[in-house]
């Protein structure tokens, strides 16, 4: 509304008094709604930066999976490592086990159906029978050749036996190999099993980011909108608030210059009575009656002594 000093002038008391309840109403239901609308506005800054605290704190979640993550790879390497050293000595086993039995294959011919101590009996009666009697060269000769027989087979059944025993040896080892490389390719399950979990949740987290991050978008948008309608309000406001300044003064001017008026009036009034009551003590005057000295007063103040 444009409150020029023409429209002013235009308008009668009355009429400035219903243009300033009016104004007033508008003033107030402007004020109300800035007020709602700052309310709104508060809230919505305070929901921002909840929501951007819950990122912080995704975000840290984040952060600590991933140290989870990191240690995780660093143990699948140690067992991934740990496995082909495993495998490494498996097969290194396995190519001992075949030489094992390649040589033991060679031997079992020979020592089929030996008895050891049936051997090592005879080889020492020889013994005993050689140091005990007197022989002659042949059969000096073929004792020696029968020890030698005796302790060479002895010597293959030795070798045979120990051979046994490091194949026994070599598959409980070979055993024991197998049992640890399926026991850690047990704990690379369960790894990669938490390592699946980790980035299921760690996709989780960074999807709730990002849907927070769009409600944030959103909620800003709206939130600058709000912001440009509060300016608005707080201008309108402001421009009311002005004009019933003005029209407040002009309303005063008024009463003032109203009560100017009729002070004025019945000043007038007073002094048309006063008048009338100095022509009465004239012709009281004239007629030659005694006055009082307020009497004198009154024809001295309108001049009537001079009519003489």
């Not at 087979?153 to 194949?167: F, P």
Request: proline share 0%; with cysteine.
């Amino acid at each position: 509304m444009n409150l020029s000093l023409e429209k002013l002038e235009s308008l009668s008391l009355d009429d400035l008094m219903k243009l300033y309840n009016e104004l007033q109403q508008k003033c107030d239901e402007v004020r109300a709604k800035k007020i709602d609308l700052q309310n709104t506005i508060r809230s919505e800054v305070n929901t921002i930066r909840s929501l951007s605290q819950d990122i912080k704190q995704l975000r840290l979640q984040i952060r600590e999976l991933k140290e989870k993550k990191n240690k995780l790879l660093e143990s699948l390497r140690e067992h991934r490592s740990n496995l082909s050293s495993l495998k490494e000595e498996l097969n290194t086993r396995y190519s001992k086990l075949r030489e094992i039995k390649r040589q033991v294959r060679m031997l079992r011919g020979i020592v089929r159906d030996v008895d050891l101590s049936q051997l090592e009996h005879k080889l020492l009666e020889l013994d005993w029978f050689y140091q005990t009697h007197s022989l002659s060269p042949e059969e000096e000769k073929e004792i020696i050749e029968k020890i030698k027989r005796i302790s060479l087979k002895l010597q293959t059944a030795k070798k045979y036996s120990d051979l046994m025993t490091e194949l026994n040896k070599t598959l409980e080892e070979i055993d024991n190999l197998k049992s640890q490389i399926n026991d850690v390719r047990s704990s690379i399950g369960e790894i990669k099993e938490k390592l699946t979990s980790i980035n299921e949740k760690i996709k989780s987290i960074v999807e709730k980011i990002n849907q927070l991050r769009s409600e944030i978008e959103d909620r800003r948008a709206s939130l600058n909108k709000m912001v440009s309608d509060l300016a608005k309000l707080i201008e309108t406001h402001t421009k009311l608030s002005n004009e019933l300044k003005i029209l407040e003064s002009e309303i005063k001017r008024r009463r003032l210059l109203l009560k100017a008026e009729r002070i004025a009036q019945a000043i007038t009034r007073r002094r048309e009575q006063l008048r009338e009551l100095a022509l009465k003590v004239y012709k009281k005057y004239q007629r030659g009656k005694r006055l009082t000295l307020e009497e004198y007063r009154l024809l001295m103040e309108f001049n009537l002594l001079k009519i003489e």
